[in-house]
């Protein structure tokens, strides 16, 4: 999964912008994905799926237990947390939660199925594995 989700975050720092100001890339695809799982999950099934994963990620980088979701799922990362950190250490927080957050997606839903969801949100990346060969 971290594969994955590197490539997911990759999409984002090049094709996603921050215009937006939804913080670090990482941050972005776990907020994008929130958009197209809560018609699966619902908002509150989201939530529960990143609080878990921003769980499991803090072990990796411990600054992520400073971090809240918002009843909506979407990630807080506040602007002057963002400042104390450093960039590598924001890099490899955000590929923690993205890779935690899709094995907790794949365990609940199914390889098949999050690969699915994972290309609607971005049609045009390249998400197959290449390990097994493409996925759909």
Known sequence: MRSLAQRLI????H??????GDGPPAFRVCN???GSLSTLVGTRGFRTLLVRALALAAAE???LGRL???ANGTVL???????EIEPKEVAKGGMALVAHLLELLEILVGEA????LLHQVW?????SDSKSGPKT
Do not use: I, M, Y
């Open 123 to 127: 049609p045009k990346a390249a998400l």
């Open 68 to 70: 809240d979701v918002g």
């Open 10 to 13: 990759g999409e984002e720092q």
């Open 32 to 34: 994008k994905l929130q």
């Open 113 to 116: 199925l999050t690969r699915r």
């Open 61 to 63: 980088a411990t600054w």
């Open 15 to 20: 094709f996603g912008g921050s215009a937006n």
């Open 77 to 83: 990362f506040p602007t002057e947390l963002e400042r």
